[in-house]
C-alpha cells in the first residue's frame, strides 16, 4: 500500500472517528419535554412562579392548540400560588378563538377560581351558571362543583354546599381525591352551629346528607379525642352501613395529634411588648397563649418562651435571631405593625413564624410567615357581604371621624361596591358629642325636609302641619361606632323616622360583656364578633375559667385573649391551611381560612341584640 493511499485511510478513520464522537443534538420536542418536567418539578416544590414561566415560555415556543394548554398551565400555577392579578393578565391574554371548545371551558373554570379566591361569589356563580352534567366533561364538571360549592359556603349556605360536594363524589374515582372531598364536606358541614347541625338532621330526608350531618356533629364533640372518635364512628357506622364514608376518611378523623406528621414545634418562642406602651394587650395575648398552652392534650407539651419586644421596634430582628439561637423552630408574634413589616420585607424567614398583625408589605409573600390580625377593615368588609346576602342593595354609612372611621368607611364601601352595592350617602360624626342630631338630619336629608318646609310657609305666609320624612333611596345602615356613641346614635336614628330601617354594626358597638339596661338602646342593631365573645361561659368551660383567672383582662382585653388561643392552636393546622385555602379551623377568633400572602382570614359569628342581649342568629 503507498503512502498516499495510507494517509487517505488514515483521515477517512479519523473524520468517522470524530463524527462518531459529536453529540447529538436534542430535537425541539425534547427540549419542550424537559422544560414541562422542569415545570412539574418547581410545582412540586411550590415553587408557582417559576413553573408559569416555564409553561409561558413553552407557549411562545409552541403552535396552537398547545399554545393555549401551556398559557391555561401557567395561569393554573399562578392561582396555585395566589399570584392573582398575574394569573388574570394572563387569562385575558388567551386567544380561544380557533381552538376546542374544552379550553374555554378550562379557561372559565380558571377564571371562576380567580374569582372564588378574591371572594368575588357573584362574578364566580356567574361564570359557571351554564354548566351541567349535560354539557361539561366529568373532570371538569368535578372541579365546576367545587368551586360553586366554595360559593355557596361564603354565601352561607353550608347545606346547599355539602350537597354540591355530594354531587362532585359521584364523579370521582381516585381514593385521595375522594378523601379530599369528603373532608371538604365535613369543612363546609363544620362551619355549622351545633343548633343548625341537629335541626337540618332531623329535616332532612336524605340519608347521605343525615350521615353527614352526623359525622359532623361527632367531630364538634370529640375533636381531640382520637380514640373516643374511632369507638362513636364504630357505632355510627353500625347505623349507617351505606353511607358512603370512605376508610381513607376514617384514618383521617380518628388520627391522633402527630408531631412529626405535622410538624408540631418542640420549642415555641413569644414574641411581644410585654414593657412599654403595649404591655396590657400583649399581656392578655400572652395568658391567652397560656391558657391554650395548659390545655393542649400534646405529649409531650414544647418548651414555651417568651420574648420582651418592649417599645423598641428597631431592634426586632435581633430578639428575632436570639429565639432562633435559643433552638426556637417556631415563633409566634412580633405585634406591632412595623416589627411584622421588617420581618416581611425579607425574603425568607428562618423559622416558620405567625405574627400577630398584618404587614404593609402586600407585593410580595415571605416564606415562612403567617399573620392574623383582629384588623377592623376586615369586620367592615365582612358587614358589607353580610348585608348583600340579606338582599340590600342600598346603603347609608355612618361613621366617626378621624382614621379609624376612615378605615372602616372605606373598606366597607370597597367592598359594598364590589358586590354590586350602592352607597347612596356616608355621614361623618364627631365621637365626642352627645347629640348627632346634626349629622344624622343631613344623613337623612331631615334637613332638607325642614328647608323646604320653611320656604313652604314663607311663600304661603301660613305655620303649617308638618312632619318631615327622611330619604327612601336607601334601605339599610351601616354604623361603625364603639358602645357609647352606638347607645346614643341608635335611639336618635329613631327618633328621626328611621325606625324602619336595619342598622348593621361591627364589633365595636359591644363592649363584649352583657350589659342588658344599656344595650336596649340598640335592640335590634345586626353585628358581628368572635365565638369567644359572643359564647357563654358555661360552668367548667375555658372561659368560664378565665374569667375566674383574669377577671380583669377579659372586661377590656378578652378579644386580645381570644387572638392569643387561637395563635397557639392553630400552629398544627397551619400547612393544611395553606394547601387548601377552602378549609378551616374552628378558633376562638372565628373560622379561620388561609387567604393571599398567607394571611389568616377569621369569619366571625353573627348576632342581634335583643333586649339589650346579644342573640346569634344563623
Known amino acids: 500500500m503507498s503512502r498516499q493511499i495510507l494517509i487517505l485511510f488514515t483521515v477517512i478513520a479519523l473524520i468517522l472517528a470524530s463524527c462518531a464522537r459529536a453529540p447529538r443534538v436534542p430535537s425541539k420536542e425534547e427540549l419542550i419535554n424537559n422544560r414541562l418536567q422542569i415545570a412539574q418539578q418547581y410545582l412540586n416544590n411550590r415553587q408557582y412562579l417559576d413553573a408559569a414561566f416555564e409553561y409561558s415560555q413553552i407557549a411562545n415556543e409552541v403552535a396552537p392548540p398547545r399554545r393555549q394548554d401551556m398559557q391555561l398551565r401557567a395561569a393554573e400555577a399562578l392561582i396555585q400560588g395566589s399570584f392573582l392579578p398575574q394569573a388574570k393578565q394572563i387569562l385575558k391574554q388567551i386567544d380561544l378563538s380557533k381552538v376546542d371548545t374544552i379550553y374555554q371551558v378550562r379557561k372559565d373554570i380558571l377564571d371562576a377560581r380567580v374569582a372564588i379566591q378574591l371572594r368575588d361569589v357573584k362574578l364566580t356563580e356567574s361564570i359557571l351558571k351554564r354548566y351541567n352534567a349535560t354539557n361539561t366533561l366529568p373532570d371538569q364538571l368535578a372541579q365546576i362543583y367545587e368551586i360553586q360549592a366554595q360559593a355557596l359556603s361564603i354565601r352561607g349556605k353550608q347545606l346547599t354546599a355539602a350537597d354540591k360536594l355530594i354531587q ?75 353511607h358512603p364514608l370512605h376508610e381513607l376518611t376514617i384514618a383521617t378523623l380518628i388520627q391522633p395529634i402527630d408531631a412529626s406528621r405535622i410538624g408540631y414545634p418542640t420549642h415555641i418562642a413569644v414574641l411581644l411588648p410585654l414593657s412599654g406602651k403595649l404591655q396590657k394587650p400583649a399581656s392578655a395575648i400572652r395568658d391567652g397563649v397560656m391558657s391554650a398552652y395548659y390545655r393542649s392534650t400534646q405529649d409531650p407539651k414544647p418548651e414555651l418562651r417568651f420574648y420582651d419586644t418592649g417599645d423598641d421596634e428597631k431592634d426586632v430582628q435581633n430578639i428575632y435571631d436570639q429565639a432562633v439561637d435559643d433552638g426556637a423552630d417556631f415563633i409566634i408574634g412580633p405585634l406591632n405593625k412595623s416589627s411584622v413589616t421588617q420581618l416581611a420585607d425579607k425574603s425568607s424567614l428562618d423559622r416558620p413564624t405567625l405574627a400577630l398583625n398584618y404587614s404593609d408589605s402586600t407585593e410580595k409573600e415571605t416564606k415562612n410567615l403567617y399573620q392574623i390580625s383582629l384588623l377592623p377593615e376586615d369586620e367592615a368588609r365582612q358587614m358589607a357581604e353580610r348585608a348583600r346576602l340579606d338582599g340590600h342593595e342600598y346603603a347609608l354609612v355612618f361613621y366617626p371621624e378621624g382614621p379609624f372611621g376612615e378605615r372602616l368607611y372605606t373598606a366597607f364601601k370597597q367592598r359594598w361596591e364590589e358586590i354590586g352595592g350602592k352607597l347612596v350617602e356616608a355621614q361623618a360624626y364627631d365621637s365626642k358629642l352627645n347629640d348627632f342630631s346634626g349629622p344624622i338630619k343631613r344623613a337623612l336629608n331631615i334637613d332638607e325636609s325642614q328647608s323646604r318646609h320653611r320656604i313652604v310657609n314663607s311663600v304661603i305666609r301660613a305655620n303649617t ?58 335592640n335590634e342593631v345586626v353585628f358581628v364578633d368572635m365565638p369567644w365573645v359572643l359564647g357563654r361561659a358555661s360552668k367548667g368551660s375555658l372561659k368560664a375559667s378565665v374569667n375566674q383567672l383574669w377577671p380583669d383582662e377579659q372586661d377590656r382585653y378578652t378579644r386580645l385573649f381570644a387572638l392569643g388561643i387561637d395563635a397557639f392552636e392553630v400552629i398544627p393546622h397551619l400547612q393544611r391551611l395553606k394547601d387548601n385555602p377552602f378549609s378551616a379551623f374552628d378558633g376562638q377568633t372565628g373560622n379561620i381560612q388561609m387567604g393571599l400572602m398567607n394571611r389568616l382570614n377569621r369569619r366571625l359569628s353573627w348576632a342581634q341584640f335583643r333586649n339589650g342581649v346579644p342573640v346569634l342568629i344563623e
Request: aromatic share 8%; hydrophobic share 35%.
Open 168 to 242: 362532585r363524589e359521584a364523579l370521582l374515582r381516585d381514593p385521595a381525591d375522594i378523601e379530599q372531598n369528603q373532608i371538604q364536606l365535613l369543612e363546609t358541614l363544620g362551619m355549622l352551629t351545633n343548633k343548625q347541625i341537629v335541626s337540618y338532621r332531623d329535616k332532612t330526608a336524605n340519608p347521605t346528607l343525615k350521615g353527614w350531618l352526623d359525622i359532623s356533629l361527632l367531630q364538634k364533640q370529640f375533636k381531640n379525642q382520637p380514640s373516643r372518635m374511632k369507638k362513636e364512628l364504630k357505632t355510627w357506622r353500625s347505623h349507617n352501613p351505606t
Open 465 to 522: 302641619t308638618f312632619t318631615p320624612r327622611r330619604r327612601q333611596d336607601v334601605d339599610f345602615i351601616f354604623l361603625a361606632a364603639f358602645p357609647r356613641q352606638a347607645r346614643q346614635i341608635g335611639p336618635q336614628l329613631k327618633f328621626h323616622h328611621a325606625i324602619d330601617l336595619p342598622v348593621y354594626s361591627t364589633s365595636h358597638a359591644y363592649e363584649g360583656k352583657l350589659n342588658p339596661r344599656m344595650d336596649r338602646d340598640i
